[in-house]
């Protein structure tokens, strides 16, 4: 298993920024895939973005191109979501996510092995 936990959500209005944090505990992030994805009330989980463990190529969702940056501190075994100029459509649950062991780039939910519980972004206008 790779326990991980999300931390940083929180209230805010719109045009603020936030930055999440996703730590894993026991195993590494090492040669995994990490990703947040959200889940706003009565939608479906979303890919927000993505960056890899071998050349930390990063990919994000249209709607957030521009405005959110995915970073990882391998030494603190830790995924940051910088979030800048934020609107009330972001409002959602974030979660992140790890992939088995050598996969490729996904948006895919499915091919996440390993999830957080979640933490709440609230944007208010």
């Known amino acids: 298993q790779v326990p991980l936990v999300e931390s940083g959500g929180g209230l805010v209005q719109a045009g603020a920024s936030l930055r999440l944090a996703c730590t894993a505990s026991g195993p590494t992030f090492n040669n995994r895939v990490t990703a947040w994805f959200r889940q706003a009330p009565g939608k479906e989980r979303e890919f927000v973005s993505s960056?890899?463990?071998?050349?930390?190529?990063?990919s994000y969702a249209n709607s957030v191109e521009g405005r959110f940056t995915i970073s990882r501190d391998n030494a603190k075994n830790t995924l940051y979501l910088q979030m800048n100029s934020l609107k009330p459509e972001d409002t959602a649950v974030y979660y992140c996510?790890?992939?088995?062991?050598?996969?490729?780039?996904?948006?895919?939910?499915?091919?996440?092995?390993?999830w957080g519980q979640g933490t709440q972004v609230t944007v208010s206008s």
């Open positions: 996510a790890a992939s088995r062991m050598w996969m490729s780039s996904s948006r895919l939910g499915g091919d996440y092995d390993y």
């Open positions: 960056i890899t463990w071998s050349d930390s190529f990063t």
